[in-house]
């Protein structure tokens, strides 16, 4: 095939039928066909695939199809929230909670490595403060008591 280039891209115009004629080249059985197909088109549900099968003459004609997709089991799991009842404060910042992450693969323009996060237990609020070494952790975790302090008249229990 031949298109014109258009800056470093190649973009084909082809209609869809040049693109069922290309596809119907392949020839694998039916259930290799229907994983190999499900992957490549970005794992579409069974109805969106089989009507594809169908427009394209890939030699699949069922109205169901069905496998069995790890990827798509894993992307329409649902994680399980925390309970309610879990937590312990009855006031806002009495639980701090607190964690440190780094260090980022990624260096931001100014040069930031790490981060830590303080979570009121009570509001489930957060405040995120970027770190450039490990070492800032105790004096951001002071700066942190003092804006609690100042803003709220509030004092950090745990």
């Known amino acids: 095939m031949k298109g014109p280039k258009v800056g ?35 794992h579409p549900n069974s109805h969106v695939l089989s009507t594809f099968f169908k427009s394209c003459s890939l030699g699949n004609k069922n109205s169901h199809i069905s496998f069995d997709c790890t990827t798509c089991k894993l992307g329409k799991s649902e994680t399980l929230s925390f309970p309610h009842n879990a937590s312990q404060a009855n006031h806002y910042f009495h639980i701090i909670h607190s964690d440190v992450w780094g260090i ?13 996060i303080f979570i ?37 229990k745990f």
Do not use: G
């Open 8 to 42: 470093r891209l190649f973009p084909l115009c082809i209609s869809p039928s040049t693109y069922c004629a290309i596809f119907s080249l392949v020839y694998v059985n039916d259930k290799q066909l229907n994983k190999m197909w499900h992957n490549r088109l970005c």
């Open 120 to 156: 009121d237990d009570y509001s489930q609020f957060t405040w995120l403060y970027f770190l450039r070494s490990k070492a800032e952790v105790f004096s951001v975790f002071q700066r942190f008591v003092s804006f609690l302090k100042t803003q709220f008249s509030a004092h950090i």
């Open 104 to 116: 980022s693969p990624i260096v931001s323009h100014v040069d930031y490595k790490y981060f830590v």
